[in-house]
């Protein structure tokens, strides 16, 4: 039998009181230390400062055509004596010398350097300046416009200073960095501050910005920020700016895109980003409803050229939900995970199509020797006007092949007026615009098309699905049924 001791109420309050207070203390230092700023950054710039280089390039570049004295009669006489040399000797190059600045960092003790892809962009030679002052010559080993990295590499008795890389997804929206690098020349200058934002996307589509209000200005690109354990969280890129200067809002390559470019461009002195081949646009909730979808996310197919999705098997109207296991929410995640993939190698691919989910097995091509591949255009033709869904819809004639730059084959509906109150128009339609299919069927006259909306209406559909091509981009557009009563033909 266990034996019961009685404790006093007031003693149990005593010890309840003091827990609390202790728990509210050690959560109230916690908090405090997130919050405090460190008490120096000196100790930092310490550990990472050998690593952290000026870079000057310098290029040939075509001088001035012109001077002041354009269209006077002595144009000719001071263009002659431009090109001369002060002796009268025989006539100079039009070609004068152009420098730039710009900023970088080692990442190996062997000398590769990273940097911002036009800070090095047509340069004739690259001097690197190191915190001690030694000055080095670098060659370039590769670029990648798209991510605006490059790498570079310097040849240097002995091992040289490095920083390693960071885990960009890691941080969060407050956490502390500080950047590195030459501000408009100035040279070695450090600046810190807070991550203001992240997962920033501002023009290219493997874009995954930082967002900081460490004071980043030119000549910092291609410089490091840096986390508060001195690795490289993003490579400095670019300012937002009215005047040229900071004003708190920079942007840095999130590391964990830079460094799968750097590996490609030291292996290879190229990128090799995986290709899939199709067109694809984001899935809204009309759309989603008029495919059967219970929730509005994946890359909705519009267009499947020749390439690895066609010989996979996938089809126009497909939505893409997951991709080699990762889940996707919408076009741009869909770009990345497959930039991101390896060349050559099968993956799955799961697709929702005609309200059953499928997986495929695709071998991804190589994006960079696709790029100039030019899709194939499709679409037909009938006399006949009609008036729906505020669209007048012609059919497809030879002259308006003609006007629009249509292919000789070209099949489909021509929007040749729209209400500008419209569903349609809200949605993104124009004139010109020619339209291929109607509830997911092909169609080339009126009559096709007024039984494809009177099917849908039938039943009980909210929406109505069409496939639209504007020069060579298709994209599908779903338009609220409300609008879909026809408003007469004519032959």
Do not use: C
């Not at 084959?409 to 500008?420: K, N, Q, Y």
């Amino acid at each position: 039998m266990r034996q019961m001791i009685a404790v006093p109420t007031q003693t149990w309050r005593a010890a309840w009181t003091a827990l609390a207070a202790l728990a509210l203390l050690l959560v109230q230092a916690g908090s405090a230390a997130a919050q405090r700023a460190p008490d120096t950054f000196a100790d930092l710039v310490d550990q990472v400062a050998d690593a952290v280089v000026n870079i000057t390039t310098s290029q040939s570049v075509t001088a001035a055509g012109r001077g002041p004295n354009q269209g006077s009669p002595l144009e000719d006489f001071f263009e002659e004596f431009r090109r001369r040399g002060p002796d009268g000797g025989p006539e100079r190059p039009d070609r004068r010398r152009g420098s730039a600045l710009g900023s970088g960092f080692v990442i190996s003790d062997d000398g590769y350097i990273v940097t911002n892809n036009h800070v090095i962009e047509s340069a004739d030679e690259i001097l690197i300046e190191f915190y001690d002052g030694k000055e080095l010559e670098a060659e370039v080993i590769g670029t990648d416009p798209n991510t605006d990295i490059a790498v570079l590499k310097v040849e240097f008795d002995g091992e040289l200073a490095h920083v390693p890389f960071g885990d960009s997804d890691a941080m969060r929206t407050g956490d502390w960095v500080m950047a590195m690098g030459n501000p408009l020349g100035q040279g070695f200058s450090v600046s810190a501050g807070i991550v203001s934002a992240r997962e920033r996307e501002l023009s290219g589509a493997y874009d995954d910005y930082i967002q900081t209000d460490a004071a980043i200005n030119r000549g910092n690109s291609g410089g490091p920020l840096f986390n508060m354990d001195g690795e490289v969280i993003g490579v400095n890129t670019a300012i937002l700016s009215p005047n040229g200067g900071s004003i708190g809002l920079g942007f840095a390559m999130s590391s964990n895109v830079v460094t799968r470019v750097v590996d490609q461009l030291q292996e290879f002195g190229e990128t090799r980003r995986g290709w899939l081949g199709v067109r694809i646009q984001d899935v809204d909730p009309e759309l989603a409803e008029a495919l059967g979808l219970e929730e509005a996310r994946g890359a909705l197919v519009t267009d499947v050229p020749d390439g690895p999705a066609l010989e996979a098997g996938i089809e126009a109207r497909d939505v893409i939900l997951t991709f080699d296991g990762t889940e996707i929410e919408d076009t741009r995640q869909l770009v990345r995970t497959v930039g991101n993939s390896p060349v050559d190698v099968a993956v799955d691919v799961e697709v929702f199509r005609d309200g059953a989910v499928q997986t495929l097995a695709v071998t991804l091509g190589r994006r960079e020797d696709a790029e100039r591949a030019v899709p194939a255009s499709v679409t037909t033709e009938e006399p006949g006007e009609a008036q729906m869904m505020g669209l007048t819809v012609s059919t497809l004639t030879d002259e308006l092949r003609e006007q629009l730059g249509l292919d000789a084959d070209a099949e489909g509906l021509v929007v040749s007026d729209i209400d500008p109150d419209s569903d349609a128009y809200a949605k993104g339609l124009r004139a010109g615009d020619l339209i291929e299919e109607a509830g997911q069927v092909r169609v080339s006259t009126i009559g096709e098309l007024e039984t494809r909306i009177e099917e849908a209406r039938e039943a009980g559909q909210k929406s109505f699905l069409l496939l639209i091509r504007r020069g060579a981009d298709p994209r599908f557009v779903a338009l609220a049924l409300d609008d879909a009563e026809m408003e007469g033909v004519s032959e």
